[in-house]
């Protein structure tokens, strides 16, 4: 997977100054919130060489997040294949960012970098989005993507404990509506 760039934003392959960054975005309570609790240093550093592995075998994946004018490592945003145990199944986009991090239109410019790839290169015929129904602030960035909701689709996660993490939602686009919509774009 090459890398990915944004006005603002390079998208890469992980590196080994990315590790402690990470670790701490993990061992926020706040940036985990939706995602079942913090993570320890061994599982957060576990997650990166899963998903460099990933990239090596299918050719896309989670990818680091930087700025570019400072060089700063904020998260990461990608694609991975949905969970096998999900009810849903496909590609699915994701990112998750550092909270100091939020509110700057980081996540909404990354993810629009990805989609380009999944539809371009990939010619993926549709990218989903899976989050908790808890999670409005990844919701508006899927709706700022033009990505839709189908309310029969969302389900609950068999592996999360009863509360806010077990109700999830699905988000889709098709590549023919990003076509659509970067048409509009750029008219």
Known sequence: MKELR???LLLRRWRESDLAPWAALNADPEVREHLG?????E???ASVARFEA?????GYGWLAVE???SGEFIGFAGLDDVEEQAPVSGVEIGWRLARAAWGHGYATEAARAVLAYGFGPLALPEVLAVTTAANLRSQAVMRRLGMTR???EDFDDPGAPEGPLRRNVVFRLRREAHAVQGSREGA
């Open 54 to 58: 990933a990239i090596e075998r299918r």
């Open 67 to 69: 700025v570019r004018e």
């Open 150 to 152: 189908d309310p029969a």
């Open 6 to 8: 944004t006005e603002r």
């Open 43 to 45: 599982r957060s550093d």
């Open 37 to 41: 609790g913090v993570l320890t240093r």
